[in-house]
């Protein structure tokens, strides 16, 4: 029922209309579950000898909701994992060192054609802008082009560059980073595309991919780890680039989380 509660809350959006229509009509089931069970009761098929109607109607309403309950959260949560969502992706080209658009379109309908398939969300390049603006210092402007280049449908915004972006480890060593998100802002910075775009993962897979697939993991919340057969590895590239049980779940969880 709590989940009803919420559903009817948030009516804005599709999905949570879709929640609110499969919670009407548990509530048609649960009121003719309960007027069964009442000709049940009158036409004595089931004996209740030492109670009023109203207490037995009661005590099949207590009965009822105990039973029901779980299972509509329980329903809430199945088709919360299952339910597709889309989210539409401006891609932002950095005019000093500009990537060709086809190269990051073919990585991102890949990488969505694998979302999908493991957790039921697409991604659509939808808004091609050129980005001028300094890729070397994090954050970029984000208010720039979130509010005046973007459009407002666009969720996510991939800011790509030919540019290398080299950072120095606490050892001293010079260490390239190959892309970077802000799970706060919705926006991933992917380096010296073209260059990954030709390069592979220890599995043989597009490194681009893995690395878009590695960002977008940041993006709902997901962490690194030591695991060399997740995407989520911390150096992708050296990861076989696979979806985990551990990292399908835990994207679920997150699935319908907004950005700025
Ligand atoms: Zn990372």
Request: charged content about 25%; proline content about 3%.
């Amino acid at each position: 029922m709590a989940a009803c509660l919420r559903a009817r809350a948030g009516k804005r959006d599709a999905f949570k209309r879709g929640l609110a229509r499969l919670c009407a009509a548990d509530r048609l089931r649960v009121v003719g579950a309960i007027l069964s069970f009442r000709r049940l009761i009158l036409e004595k098929e089931i004996p209740i000898i030492s109670f009023s109607f109203n207490m037995r109607l009661v005590s099949c309403l207590t009965v009822l909701i105990i039973f029901f309950a779980p299972l509509s959260t329980a329903r809430v949560e199945e088709i919360n994992a299952t339910h597709a969502r889309t989210i539409e992706v401006c891609v932002l080209i950095d005019k000093e060192s500009p990537v060709k658009a086809e190269v990051i379109s073919q990585a991102i309908n890949s990488v969505s054609r694998e979302y999908e398939n493991h957790v039921r969300i697409r991604f659509k390049a939808h808004t091609f802008v050129p980005f001028k603006g300094n890729v070397g210092i994090l954050p970029v402007d984000f208010s720039r082009f979130v509010k005046h280049v973007c459009a407002p449908s666009n969720e996510v915004r991939i800011v790509i560059t030919n540019e290398a972006m080299e950072f120095p480890r606490p050892d001293g060593r010079i260490e390239e980073l190959l892309a970077y998100a802000d799970d706060y802002a919705g926006v991933i910075i992917m380096y010296n595309v073209e260059k990954q775009s030709r390069d592979r993962d220890q599995g043989g897979n597009p490194a681009l991919e893995t690395s878009l697939k590695h960002e977008i993991g940041h993006l709902f919340g997901l962490e690194h780890t030591t695991d060399l057969e997740s995407f989520l590895h911390f150096t992708s590239n050296s990861s076989l680039g696979r979806w985990t049980i551990e990292v399908k779940r835990l994207i679920k969880e997150n699935k319908w989380r907004r950005w700025l």
